[in-house]
């Protein structure tokens, strides 16, 4: 369990660090390959196969948009690194050493990716890095009710990768919908 | 207590679409609205705070996708941080720890929620000349009330006694915050359109001041601010929008009676939330009654302002601006069986 922790730590990192197609899809490929492992014992056996398929979903439409480069730590990229690397250091340190029980892999995970992702979101201007930022943060928030005492069914998973699955796929469809003219003379 | 927010709500889309002027597409107003209806039903309904949150991420993803003069990546900021807030404060409060942990928890789910609705500390970016449907405005008076209902009632099942404090502390501390500013900006900003903005935020801070409160007055309080909220300034700010853009001020006497449906004044919706949460306070820690009682006179001025930029309703809007305060005054006279219905 350390080692998909420490995968999907890399993961994140590669979304937050990446801004060329093949960095972010490669890092949602390796985040969903962290979560799913990690939601399995936490009784979400199927729920973990909903993430694998809807992060593997959005990973691979990831991969059809944006810049085809890696990207991957262009310049000016140290203040992200800096977040990657202390993040991940604080959610390591929250969730082994703050808090007890089982379930640490899972903590550190869920805390270091929606914090991570929320940072991303807050300091990126590219809507493609965007989007596969708000797909991590779907996988996520769908393990995260793997922390409760007790099983809490697969539901938010299966939500969640339907969110990221399909977040990917928003801008051109619903772009199309909302060029009709919401504010006219009378401004409603 | 959400479900009759959310026929409020749907009450107010229907008052939106019926009466906004002919020239508005209504189709699109329609579809937009029904689309945050649907989300909102779906929150209501939500088993869990999880499933909550992620709605919310569809909510902020749809919206943000909308044609506006704001970026895609600028309108997705502040919805994204309140996501992120909520899902902290809810994962703090699921493990097993110290106190401080369940406090930080209390805080975050709070500070999520400010930010979701958009209040002060964590102001949504507003152009005023941008829609209605695209701005921040949606989340403050739509889709707002249902989901702090929902996450307010959520997160008191998972959030422990030991914490409880610190959440109700919290949600006053914003709350009187948002009351303050907001009154305060609603009166001394340039814009008009600001001014309606900030004067949601001001009712807002009243609700949370109720819902801290945690005693029933309080609660009753936060229930008639939501309607009010819902079913009084959102349709009054959407039929204002017109006169805003030609900036004529006018004083009749149907904008001296908007402005005192505004200011909370008997026998509109705001007076009896007002008089309840007066009592709440009092019962609780008579000081605070003092401070907002200091506080709800700040709503005249900016009430008067907002009254006067109204224009004169005609037409359809007129027939609407009637029945919203035909429902603020039975709101207002008979507030007792809204609230037996939410179970207060």
């Given amino acids: 369990m350390v080692e998909a922790a420490f995968v999907a730590w890399v993961g994140a990192a590669l979304v937050v660090l990446a801004d060329g197609r093949r960095g972010l899809a490669l890092g949602l490929v390796l985040l969903t390959a962290g979560l799913a492992v990690l939601a399995s014992p936490a009784g979400m056996a199927f729920g973990a196969v909903a993430i694998a398929a809807g992060g593997l979903v959005a990973a691979g439409q990831c991969l059809r948009s944006g810049p085809a480069s890696w990207g991957i730590m262009p310049a000016g990229s140290t203040p992200r690194l800096i977040i990657c690397i202390a993040s991940g250091l604080l959610a390591l340190w929250v969730a082994a050493s703050v808090t007890s029980g089982t379930g640490a892999p899972l903590r550190f995970a869920v805390l270091l990716v929606v914090g991570l992702m929320g940072a991303r979101i807050l300091i990126s201007h590219e809507p493609g890095a965007v989007l596969a930022a708000i797909a991590s943060l779907a996988l996520a928030l769908g393990v995260a009710p793997g922390l409760a005492a007790t099983s809490p069914g697969p539901v938010a998973a299966i939500v969640g990768a339907l969110i990221a699955a399909g977040v990917v796929f928003v801008p051109a469809g619903l772009a199309r919908l909302a060029s009709i003219p919401l504010a006219d003379k009378d401004g409603a | ?344």
């Fill in chain 2, 1 to 344: 207590m959400e479900p009759e927010l959310l026929l409020a709500a749907a009450a107010a889309l229907g008052l939106a679409v019926v009466f906004t002027p002919l020239r508005v597409p209504r189709a699109s107003l329609l579809t937009w609205g029904l689309l945050g209806l649907a989300g909102m039903a779906a929150i209501v309904i939500a088993p869990s705070l999880d499933l909550v949150i992620l709605i919310l991420l569809v909510l902020a993803v749809l919206q943000a996708r909308l044609t506006s003069n704001r970026e895609f990546v600028t309108r997705l900021r502040a919805p994204v941080l309140a996501i992120a807030l909520l899902a902290l404060g809810l994962a703090f409060e699921r493990m097993q720890g110290p106190v401080v942990l369940d406090r930080f928890g209390a805080v975050g789910i709070v500070a999520g929620l400010v930010a979701a609705i958009g209040l002060l500390p964590y102001v949504h970016e507003f152009d005023p000349d941008e829609s209605v449907v695209a701005s921040p405005i949606p989340w403050m008076a739509f889709i707002g009330p249902p989901l702090a209902a929902t996450v307010l009632l959520q997160a008191n099942q998972v959030i422990p006694s030991d914490a409880g404090d610190a959440f109700g502390a919290m949600l006053i501390g914003l709350g009187l915050l948002n009351m303050i500013g907001g009154s305060l900006g609603s009166w001394r900003t340039e814009n008009d359109a600001s001014a309606w903005r900030y004067s949601f935020m001001a009712d807002w801070g009243l609700a949370m001041c109720g819902f801290g409160l945690a005693i029933a007055d309080g609660r009753s309080a936060a229930l008639l601010m939501l309607f009010s909220i819902v079913l009084g300034r959102l349709p009054l700010y959407l039929w204002s929008r017109q006169a805003l853009r030609e900036k004529v001020p006018t004083d009749r006497p149907i904008n001296l009676v908007v402005a005192a449906v505004l200011a909370g004044s008997a026998p509109f919706a705001g007076f009896p939330a007002r008089v309840l949460l007066l009592r709440g306070a009092t019962q609780l820690y008579w000081p605070l009654a003092l401070v907002l009682a200091a506080g709800m006179l700040l709503w005249l001025p900016s009430s008067l302002r907002l009254g006067r930029s109204m224009g004169v309703p005609r037409g359809r809007q007129a027939v609407g601006v009637a029945i919203v305060l035909a429902l603020n005054v039975l709101l207002g006279v008979y507030p007792q069986p809204l609230l037996t219905l939410a179970g207060l």
